[in-house]
């Protein structure tokens, strides 16, 4: 059974720093694409930043170049470094990962994500 566990979420002032971690259990796969996502009450889901397992990024572009999302495959670890944190960036948390052939199927945040963790809250003060 596929489980993910996010951590890491808090309360931060604006302009700080903030990491969340996300750890999977109960698969092997071949290749992958895990994700972040956000969302807020009354809100859709919001896909944050996406990443390969062979490395390969992107990013929504809200938080291009004030976010960096990472992995440890050894570990099944999923990170996401938070700067320059806003008021705008206060959501639950959400990391998903696909199961796919191979790093090159992976479309990013429009990725069909299987699987999904139970959330961790960021909140960014003004």
């Known amino acids: 059974q596929v489980q993910l566990a996010e951590s890491g979420g808090g309360s931060v002032q604006a302009g700080g720093s903030l990491r969340l971690s996300c750890v999977g259990s109960?698969?092997?796969?071949?290749?992958?694409?895990m994700a972040w996502f956000r969302q807020t009450p009354g809100n859709e889901r919001e896909g944050v930043a996406a990443?390969?397992?062979?490395?390969?990024?992107s990013y929504a572009a809200s938080v291009k170049g004030r976010f960096t999302i990472s992995q440890d495959n050894a570990k099944n670890t999923l990170y996401l470094q938070m700067d320059s944190a806003k008021p705008e960036d206060t959501a639950m948390y959400y990391c998903?990962?696909?199961?796919?052939?191979?790093?090159?199927?992976?479309?990013?945040?429009?990725?069909?994500?299987?699987?999904w963790g139970q959330g961790t809250q960021v909140t960014v003060s003004s």
């Open positions: 990443i390969d397992s062979d490395g390969k990024t």
């Open positions: 998903a990962i696909e199961a796919v052939p191979a790093a090159k199927y992976c479309k990013g945040l429009n990725g069909d994500f299987r699987h």
């Open positions: 109960g698969y092997t796969y071949i290749a992958h694409c």
